[in-house]
């Protein structure tokens, strides 16, 4: 049973539930009951039509959750609205979806939780480790979203801010995390940039292609995490990444910086190096004090530490992570990256191990660990 197939359709199928008629919460809840029912039944017999299949069973699925609600009062006219079986036609409804979403009654980190949830197929705890908040947090959040949105008609969208962060969210997960979304937020950031002309929306486009572009290189065989200066350029995807600098270098033209360029610039010159050594990391460090300026973000900062620990040494990159919260995420991570290079082999190790115990997920959990025994067994000779 293909799980890729039908997280794909998933945002269709949503989005013909709410043409039709559907509030957002009870279309979600119907999609929901549809995909567990594929799970248990498609193993054995894979419909011909996957998308049709969970439009009929969603929609059944709405019509029987509204029966139930005596309040409603409309059984008979949302039976005559049953679809008939067969086939549905392909219509890419995702980019749409994602607008409506952000709908205007939402605030903008509502409308990017909801969003993520219901179309990006990301659980409610890999949205709370995006937004560094607990994941009870994050579950109340969405289900005041969806409260809000009920009964909503979806016929005033949300802006193209909201849409890029979401989209900028939904990578960063299939990227680095357990789902792979990552292709699919290219295709839509591809679509937006050819219906939006701005540079932000093109500086995205450009980050995304730049850190995709490295994507075959960052595990090795055994799905173990490559750090980028240990990786093979050699398998970097060299048409992504002049693709990604081409479009960057068009948006940054335009003099309207923002967050999703001056990101782009920074992966452009890691991608531009043709060593690690050679990597230009006094340039890299003006990049994050832009963006540091326009985000406010401790996660910008932290990476910045990294980057000041490269350009000026590692007890200068100590000092700018002092300056930092201790409870950020990956800030232990980095610390022992720092005093690795500081020659502080002790305390870098076991910085790793305390690193490891609180990794979002396996792959870096087991990198760090490797981190820790590797340094372990270099003091013991």
């Not at 086939?87 to 607008?99: E, I, S």
């Not at 509502?110 to 219901?118: D, E, G, K, N, V």
């Not at 040494?313 to 990256?337: K, M």
Request: one cysteine or more; aromatic letters at 6%; charged letters at 25%.
């Amino acid at each position: 049973m293909n799980e890729a197939l039908i997280r794909s359709l998933t945002p269709s199928v949503l989005a013909v539930l709410v043409r039709r008629g559907a509030d957002f919460a009870a279309a979600e809840d119907a999609v929901q009951d549809a995909l567990v029912e594929a799970v248990r039944a498609w193993p054995a017999d894979q419909p011909r039509d996957p998308k049709g299949w969970l439009v009929t069973v969603a929609w059944r699925r709405f019509l029987d959750a509204t029966r139930a609600d005596a309040a409603r009062r409309r059984r008979e006219d949302l039976v005559d609205e049953e679809p008939v079986p067969g086939p549905t036609p392909t219509v890419d409804d995702t980019l749409q979806l994602y607008f409506l979403c952000a709908h205007p009654s939402l605030t903008p980190s509502s409308a990017i939780a909801l969003t993520l949830r219901a179309v990006g197929g990301l659980t409610t705890r890999q949205i709370a480790q995006a937004y560094l908040v607990p994941e009870a947090t994050m579950a109340q959040r969405i289900s005041r979203a969806k409260r809000t949105v009920s009964g909503v008609r979806f016929d005033q969208p949300g802006d193209v801010a909201t849409v890029l962060r979401v989209l900028y969210l939904v990578f960063n997960e299939g990227y680095s995390g357990d789902v792979d979304l990552a292709a699919e937020a290219i295709r839509l950031t591809r679509q937006l940039a050819a219906a939006f002309d701005h540079p932000e929306v093109a500086g995205l486009l450009a980050l995304m292609l730049l850190h995709h572009a490295r994507r075959a290189a960052r595990t090795a065989p055994d799905g173990s995490l490559v750090p980028l200066a240990e990786q093979d350029r050699g398998r970097w995807d060299t048409k992504l990444i002049a693709e990604g600098i081409g479009v960057l270098q068009a948006a940054l033209a335009r003099d309207r910086l923002g967050e999703f360029q001056a990101q782009a610039a920074i992966a452009a010159l890691h991608a531009d190096a043709p060593t690690a050594e050679e990597t230009d990391w006094v340039q890299i460090v003006e990049w994050y004090d832009e963006l540091a300026r326009l985000t406010d973000s401790p996660v910008v900062r932290l990476n910045r530490a990294v980057a000041v620990g490269q350009a000026d040494g590692p007890r200068a990159g100590l000092a700018a992570l002092a300056e930092l919260d201790a409870s950020l995420p990956r800030h232990t991570a980095v610390a022992a990256y720092l005093h690795e290079r500081d020659g502080d082999l002790a305390t870098a190790a076991r910085l790793y191990a305390e690193a490891a115990r609180k990794a979002p997920n396996l792959a870096e959990r087991d990198h760090l660990t490797r981190q820790a025994a590797r340094l372990n067994a270099r003091r013991r000779h």
